[in-house]
């Protein structure tokens, strides 16, 4: 196995603290329960630019960045290490894809490329969401209203946010690496 560089460490602590300061900035809010932002496009980029090692790496730093930084509501240990430190290091599944997103850039079918870094983008959003889904329904439950099976609340509620968030990213990630392939062909 590989080592990781240097160089690969400081991008993903770079690209994690990206991504906690894109969270703090103002989202979309649907509801109290239902808030869409593009913190994810930092660790995405990170995924398409160096795999998955690197991107989870990022993601689980972004995590401790939301504990640490006060930024995280905490109701139990467990809670926060599934919503915190297990579903933003998720957000690295969307590394899969590295090696067919890179290929594609590399053989110039930019096309081929933007379609798989949207389907890694649905990836790494369907991995985080399905640790804050789970948290949801066991931790959340009280929040669903009366005649609303805890479940069925949880999945609607992070469905959403997670939908929301999906299409915010692809169509900025489509739009950053479609003009500027460049943020993450390693030369």
């Known amino acids: 196995m590989k080592k990781l560089s240097l160089i690969m460490l400081i991008e993903a602590s770079i690209f994690a603290s990206l991504a906690f300061v894109f969270d703090l900035l103002p989202s979309i809010r649907l509801s ?9 496009v ?8 160096w795999g998955i090692r690197v991107s989870l790496i990022s ?5 401790i960045l939301q504990v640490v930084l006060g930024d995280a509501y905490i109701l139990t240990p467990l809670q926060a290490f599934i919503e915190y430190f297990l579903a933003f290091a998720f957000v690295g599944f969307a590394g899969l ?9 590399k053989m110039g079918k930019k096309k081929k490329a933007l379609f798989w870094i949207v389907i890694a ?18 931790f959340w439950g009280e929040y669903a209203p009366d005649d609303m099976n805890v479940v069925l609340f949880s999945f ?10 999906f299409v915010l990213c692809a169509i900025l990630l489509v739009l950053l690496i479609g003009t500027s392939p460049r943020l993450i062909v390693k030369k």
Do not use: D
Request: net charge positive; aromatic share 18%; no cysteine.
């Open 156 to 165: 609607i509620t992070n469905g959403i946010t997670m939908l929301g968030a």
């Open 59 to 63: 993601g689980f730093i972004w995590g």
């Open 42 to 49: 930092p660790i995405l980029l990170l995924a398409f630019r």
């Open 97 to 105: 894809f590295y090696q067919v997103i890179q290929s594609n850039l």
């Open 32 to 40: 109290p329960s239902i808030s869409i932002s593009f913190a994810m």
């Open 121 to 138: 983008t649905l990836v790494g959003s369907i991995a985080r969401y399905f640790w804050h889904f789970v948290a949801g329904f066991i």
